[in-house]
């Protein structure tokens, strides 16, 4: 048996928060995706949205894009190199997790 406090190390806390994971998983899907979007895809609100970003770019997870398209304010998202390594690493000790798992 594998020892369950190595795949657990490599659990993130960042992504303990089910938005935050839901984010980092839109955000893979995409090269860049802005802030309408991912509030309507994950059914947030602006506030509750901002602050998940946030918290995600604090720990350098998330690029951050913002322009005018026309003349309207437009802030897209993209995942940074160290947020997919971090996402991906944390979505592989989750299958490792799993897979300890009887059922």
């Given at each position: 048996?594998?020892?369950?406090?190595?795949?657990l190390?490599?659990?993130?806390?960042?992504?303990?928060?089910r938005i935050?994971?839901?984010i980092m998983?839109?955000?893979?899907?995409?090269d860049?995706?802005?802030?309408?979007?991912?509030?309507?895809?994950?059914d947030?609100?602006?506030?509750?949205?901002a602050s998940?970003?946030?918290a995600?770019?604090?720990?350098?997870?998330?690029?951050?894009?913002?322009?005018?398209?026309g003349?309207?304010p437009?802030?897209s998202?993209?995942?940074?190199?160290?947020?997919?390594?971090?996402?991906?690493?944390?979505?592989n000790?989750?299958?490792?997790?799993?897979s300890q798992?009887?059922?």
């Amino acid at each position: 048996m594998t020892d369950l406090r190595s795949i657990l190390a490599n659990l993130d806390k960042a992504f303990n928060n089910r938005i935050r994971l839901a984010i980092m998983t839109a955000l893979s899907q995409n090269d860049w995706t802005d802030f309408n979007a991912l509030k309507i895809a994950l059914d947030l609100t602006d506030g509750n949205l901002a602050s998940h970003i946030a918290a995600l770019e604090e720990c350098d997870y998330v690029k951050v894009k913002k322009r005018f398209i026309g003349k309207k304010p437009n802030t897209s998202y993209s995942l940074s190199e160290r947020g997919k390594r971090a996402y991906f690493v944390h979505l592989n000790a989750l299958k490792e997790l799993m897979s300890q798992t009887k059922m």
